[in-house]
C-alpha cells in the first residue's frame, strides 16, 4: 500500500502567487487571509458603548495555581529523520513555548519525512503523549500506520495539558536561514488550517480577537505574512478607563482540556494504542520492536537522547473561575479566557524544572494582570 499524498499547505510565496493570479478565494477557504496591507492607526477604535468587560480578580475567583516546564531548544527545534541500525528514528521535540500551535505542521512534517523515506504503512512506536505525540500518532494512523504511543504521562498530566492555547509561536526556534524560515511557516500555516477546520466546542477551538497595549509585537510578528486577517490599531484599547493606544488581531485559542482528551479519544477509534513506559536512555528506546520510531519526548527528550541543547523553561499559570470575556489580553503578563477557565499568565524561568507553582509569584501574576486593569492613580484592594 502507498501512502497517500498529504493535504498540501501554502506557503508564503505559494500564497502570493496565488494573490497574483486573483485566487485568493481559493486561499481564503483554506484559512489563509487575502489583506496584507498594513494597517492605520485609529481606523476602527470602538465607541464607548462597546467596551469590553473587565475580569473579576478577586481572590474568590482564583481555583488553582499551576506551573509546567516549556521543553525549549536552543537554535530549534529538532525535526529529522535519522536512520539509526536499520531504523527510522524520526526526531519531533524542542517546541519551548509553542508546541500547541505548531504541532499538527510538525506531524505533516513528520509524515512527510517518513514518506519520503520509502516507509509504507507499518508498525510505529510513537515515544511522548504530549500534543505532538498524540497529533503525530493521529496522522500515521490516518496514513494506515498501526500506532503505539508509549510515554510515561499521558493527558491530563502532560506539559501539553498545562498550555495556555493561543496559536502563536513564543520561546521556539526554528534554525537560522530562508529554508528553515520556509518550513517554519509552511507548517504554521498547516497547523492554521487544521485548528480552523476544527474550530467549535467538541475540539475546544476558538477564534478570539487578542488585543495588546502599543505596537503589534511579541509571536504575532513571527506569523508568516498574511496568515491571520489583518491587525487593527488602535488609538485608545476598548477597556473602561483605558487611555492607551493598541491594537487587536484575531487568532486562535486551543484549550487543551478539552483538545486534549478529545484528540485521545479520536487515536483510540483509529485503532491506536497508549502504552505506559519510561525511557531512560536511547538504548532503552531501541529495545521497541517497532522499525519506525517517532520521538516527541519534549523535554524528556534532553536526558534520553542525551541532547543539551534541550533547556527548561518554566512557566506559571493562575486559574481563575471561568467568566464570559470575548477576547484574549497581552498586556501585563497574558489573560485567556476558556472555557474551563480564565488563565493568567507571563512568567518565564529559564532552567527551572519544578512543577510546583511558586505561590508568591502566582500572586503576582493575579496583582499584575489586575493592574492593567486600573487607570493609573486608583488603587485596588480586591485581593
Ligand atoms: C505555562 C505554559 C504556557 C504555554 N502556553 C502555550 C501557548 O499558549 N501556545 C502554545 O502553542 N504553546 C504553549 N506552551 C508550550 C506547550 O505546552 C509545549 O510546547 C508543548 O506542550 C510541547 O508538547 P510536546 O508534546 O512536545 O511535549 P509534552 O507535552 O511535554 O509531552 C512529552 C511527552 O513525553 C513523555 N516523556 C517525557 N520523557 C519521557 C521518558 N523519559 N519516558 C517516557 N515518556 C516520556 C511525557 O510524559 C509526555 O507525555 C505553554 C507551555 C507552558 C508551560
Known amino acids: 500500500m502507498t501512502v497517500p499524498p498529504l493535504p498540501v499547505s501554502l506557503s508564503r510565496r505559494r500564497f502570493l502567487e496565488l494573490a497574483g493570479r486573483g485566487a485568493v478565494g481559493t486561499a481564503l477557504l483554506a484559512g489563509f487571509w487575502p489583506t496584507l496591507a ?10 464607548d458603548e462597546t467596551m469590553l468587560p473587565t475580569p473579576n480578580f478577586s481572590p474568590s475567583q482564583v481555583l488553582r495555581y499551576v506551573a509546567g516546564i516549556r521543553p525549549y531548544r536552543k537554535k530549534s527545534i ?22 500547541i500551535t505548531m504541532a499538527p505542521g510538525c506531524a505533516e512534517e513528520v509524515a512527510q519525512m517518513l514518506a519520503q523515506a520509502g516507509v509504507e504503512p ?9 500534543i505532538n505525540g498524540m497529533t ?19 493527558t491530563p498530566n502532560t506539559t501539553s495539558d498545562v498550555a495556555g492555547g493561543q496559536f502563536g509561536p513564543s520561546f521556539i526556534r526554528f534554525g537560522e536561514g530562508d529554508e528553515a524560515q ?27 480577537d487578542n488585543y ?13 505574512d498574511g496568515l491571520l486577517p489583518p491587525v487593527k490599531l488602535f488609538d485608545r484599547l476598548p477597556f473602561e478607563g483605558d487611555l492607551r493606544p493598541g491594537y487587536m488581531y484575531r487568532t486562535l485559542l486551543i484549550t487543551p ?34 522499525k519506525v520510531i517517532v520521538n516527541c519526548l519534549g523535554l524528556g527528550a534532553g536526558k534520553v537522547m542525551d541532547d543539551p541543547a534541550v533547556t527548561p523553561f518554566r512557566g506559571q499559570l493562575v486559574h481563575l473561575k471561568p467568566q464570559d470575556l470575548p477576547y484574549l489580553l497581552i498586556g501585563s503578563g497574558y489573560i485567556f479566557p476558556r472555557p474551563d477557565a480564565v488563565v493568567l499568565g507571563g512568567t518565564m524561568e529559564r532552567g527551572v524544572i519544578s512543577t510546583r507553582p511558586d ?14 486593569f486600573v487607570p493609573s492613580g486608583e488603587a485596588s484592594d480586591d485581593s
Not at 38 to 47: D, E, H, M, N, V
Not at 187 to 192: F, G, K, L, P
Not at 212 to 224: A, M, N
Not at 359 to 372: G, P, Q, S, T, Y
Open 38 to 47: 498594513a494597517p492605520a492607526r485609529g481606523q476602527a477604535t470602538r465607541p
Open 78 to 99: 529538532r525535526l529529522e529523520l535519522e536512520p539509526i541500525e536499520g531504523r527510522a528514528l524520526v526526531h519531533n521535540y524542542g517546541h519551548g513555548g509553542g508546541g
Open 136 to 154: 503525530c500518532a493521529h496522522d500515521l494512523l490516518l496514513l494506515g500506520h498501526r500506532v503505539t504511543i508509549y510515554s510515561d504521562k499521558i
Open 182 to 208: 520556509a518550513r517554519a511557516d509552511r507548517m504554521m500555516v498547516a497547523s492554521y488550517r487544521r485548528y480552523i477546520r476544527l474550530l467549535g466546542d467538541e475540539w475546544g477551538v476558538y477564534e478570539r
Open 359 to 372: 505561590k508568591a509569584m502566582c500572586k503576582k501574576i493575579l496583582e499584575r494582570n489586575r493592574d492593567f
Open 257 to 290: 482540556p478539552i483538545y486534549m482528551p478529545r484528540l485521545l479519544k479520536e487515536i483510540k477509534s483509529l485503532g491506536g494504542r497508549a502504552v505506559r513506559r519510561k525511557f531512560s536512555s536511547l538504548r532503552s528506546v531501541m529495545k521497541l520492536r517497532e
Open 122 to 130: 507499518t508498525d510505529v512506536a510513537v515515544l511522548g503523549g504530549g
Open 212 to 224: 495588546g497595549v502599543g505596537e503589534p509585537h511579541g509571536s504575532l510578528s513571527r506569523l508568516p
